[in-house]
């Protein structure tokens, strides 16, 4: 009788290990995912355009809360820009970051540069912007140049026109950069040779 028992005790012994080797490697492949989102992650930078409390009349009194317009972008073509709100600062913040991330627009970027002038527009703002030389730089201020950076691109000359609020200039500045078009595209469109876009 003892023998069959033994046996029982070594088949246990060996689907333990075997359950072992199933969890390490399981293990491996959740450290490799986890890794893997932690490079995605690494890519994508977050600013802070602006954060203001907002003030809410209610039956009884006033609420307050506040309310964040944060831009992220991985420096690559790709930025977006959100809006949280939430009644504290950093909820607001997470809350834009996640908002922002849902709305990502991609830039066909020319080197550091964009392919040709556009003019992004929202509500009474406006933003002109303009392919620049390498070395130049990022010639904006505030939103459009939090944005512009994200984005990816190095050089370009900018104007603001119009309303100033940061959050305007922020979804002028994203509806500019949504109406690029690649170089090529945007000469055919145009009816003339990429030599004469250059000009």
């Known amino acids: 009788m003892n023998p069959p028992a033994q046996s029982g005790e070594e088949g246990g012994a060996g689907e333990g290990r075997k359950g072992r080797r199933t969890s390490s490697r399981e293990s491996n492949r959740r450290s490799g995912d986890d890794q893997g989102r932690q490079r995605l992650e690494s890519e994508w930078e977050e600013k802070i355009i602006q954060v203001r ?9 006033k609420k307050l809360s506040f309310r964040a317009v944060v831009a992220v972008g991985n420096s690559k073509g790709q930025v ?3 809006v949280g709100k939430a009644a504290e600062v950093i909820s607001a913040i997470q809350k834009g970051v996640v908002d ?3 709305s990502l627009v991609k830039v066909p ?4 540069t964009i392919p040709h002038q556009i ?3 929202r509500g009474s703002s406006r933003i002109l912007l303009k392919p620049a030389a ?7 201020g505030g939103a459009a140049r939090a944005i512009l950076e994200l984005a990816g691109v190095g050089d370009v000359l900018s104007k603001s026109l119009g309303s100033r609020a940061p959050l305007n200039v922020a979804r ?4 500019g950069l949504k109406e690029l078009r690649p170089f090529e595209e945007a000469a055919r469109l145009r009816g003339i040779s990429m030599k004469q876009m250059l000009a």
């Open 53 to 61: 409390r907002v003030t809410k009349v209610v039956k009884g009194g």
């Open 80 to 82: 977006g820009i959100g």
């Open 100 to 102: 922002a991330r849902k």
């Open 109 to 112: 970027l020319v080197g550091t």
């Open 119 to 121: 003019v992004g527009k």
């Open 134 to 140: 390498k070395g130049t730089g990022v010639i904006a």
């Open 172 to 175: 002028a500045t994203i509806n």
